[in-house]
């Protein structure tokens, strides 16, 4: 297995990692911040490649920051005992854990000790619940899916929902083929040949030409056309991702009934931010994309229809309530302790048996 190799070049470049620019480190001293610094580049420089139908996702066997490893399937995974069950764990960039150095400070990590299972991580950066939904199918196909699973989402689906996009044309994997294509990511640029750019870049785009033909959705999704992200939410779009959504949720459980959905917090969530926290929720493009208020709106529309339909979740928006330390990168990618608080949260709900219908806000 390879780890990442970072390149002394770097040293002459100024640090931007898309959405996390260095400005959103200054409450660190110096030497954490070098540290953390470091982590995120190494992310970023990981290989990705297109897989149809589920978009971009990490090339196998992959070493990176202190312990971490993609394995040769592409995915992430934590082994307890060799006797224990193993449940799948499906998320975005969030579950995957994105800035998160070390195994043990994951989500699922701590998830999976409290349930006292192996856990699968089956998440990726950059998608969706309708790009969730697409590799569930694949590996329920295939045998390969876990009879217990976990679905922990919402933030992105907000995301698109409030810049008036399409669950299937999804913003955020629409932002990653752009990086791809156009060799905006200078990282990946200097660490990987111009060749390996070329390629992944024409493949890229063949495939996603007949994803959309092929997708596994193509039943349900109704092809809206392109909104522009405007100061107001889209009734339009609202409703048919909500009806996506509740599609999807529909079909997982027909292929695995004993999966449990839960809705992920964000900064926007906690009751005392810190003057840093605080800055980050003034950023005007936040307000502006509406993000705030549709999540709330979005996440109380999926609570009615979870009681409704009788499904297990579990609403973690309450999982650092009270808490006055950082705990978030930006608006939605906590940091290492509230990681760990969030699994936790998690999992003495679905551990202890807890009636999720009652974990309201």
């Not at 200097?190 to 493949?203: N, V």
Request: positive net charge; proline residues 3%; glycine residues 6%.
């Amino acid at each position: 297995m390879r780890r990442t190799n970072l390149s002394l070049k770097f040293k002459a470049k100024k640090f931007s990692y898309g959405e996390m620019e260095s400005d959103l480190f200054s409450s660190l001293d110096t030497n954490a911040y070098r540290k953390t610094e470091r982590y995120f580049i190494e992310q970023y420089l990981l290989k990705m490649s297109y897989r149809t139908p589920m978009g971009y996702g990490y090339l196998p066997s992959q070493r990176f920051n202190i312990d971490r490893e993609i394995d040769e399937d592409g995915f992430q995974s934590h082994r307890f005992d060799d006797t224990a069950e193993w449940c799948g764990f499906f998320s975005g960039s969030t579950g995957w854990g994105w800035g998160i150095p070390q195994k043990s400070q994951m989500i699922d990590y701590a998830l999976a000790k409290r349930m006292g299972v192996n856990m699968r991580n089956y998440a990726n950066v950059g998608v969706n619940l309708y790009k969730i939904y697409t590799l569930f199918e694949q590996l329920s196909i295939a045998g390969k899916l876990p009879k217990k699973n976990i679905v922990y989402f919402g933030i992105n689906e907000g995301y698109d929902t409030a810049n008036n996009r399409s669950l299937f044309t999804s913003m955020r994997d629409a932002r990653i083929a752009k990086k791809i294509r156009h060799f905006e990511n200078y990282y990946r640029n200097i660490a990987h040949d111009t060749g390996y750019l070329c390629y992944e870049a024409a493949r890229s785009v063949a495939l996603r030409v007949l994803d959309v033909k092929n997708a596994f959705g193509k039943g349900f999704v109704e092809r809206m056309p392109a909104q522009k992200a405007t100061k107001t939410l889209d009734e339009a779009v609202y409703r048919e991702n909500f009806r996506i959504i509740t599609e999807i949720v529909r079909r997982m459980r027909q292929r695995s009934p004993e999966t449990i959905f839960v809705l992920e917090p964000s900064l926007f969530d906690k009751e005392h931010p810190t003057p840093y926290e605080r800055k980050l929720l003034e950023k005007k493009r936040w307000s502006d994309n509406l993000l705030e208020t549709t999540l709330t709106r979005l996440y109380d529309d999926l609570s009615l229809f979870f009681e409704k339909e009788g499904v297990v979740y579990v609403d973690a928006r309450r999982s650092l309530d009270g808490v006055r330390e950082p705990l978030y990168f930006d608006y939605c990618h906590p940091y290492t302790e509230a990681s760990k608080m969030i699994g936790r949260f998690v999992g003495e709900r679905i551990g202890g048996g807890m009636d999720y219908a009652e974990e309201k806000r």
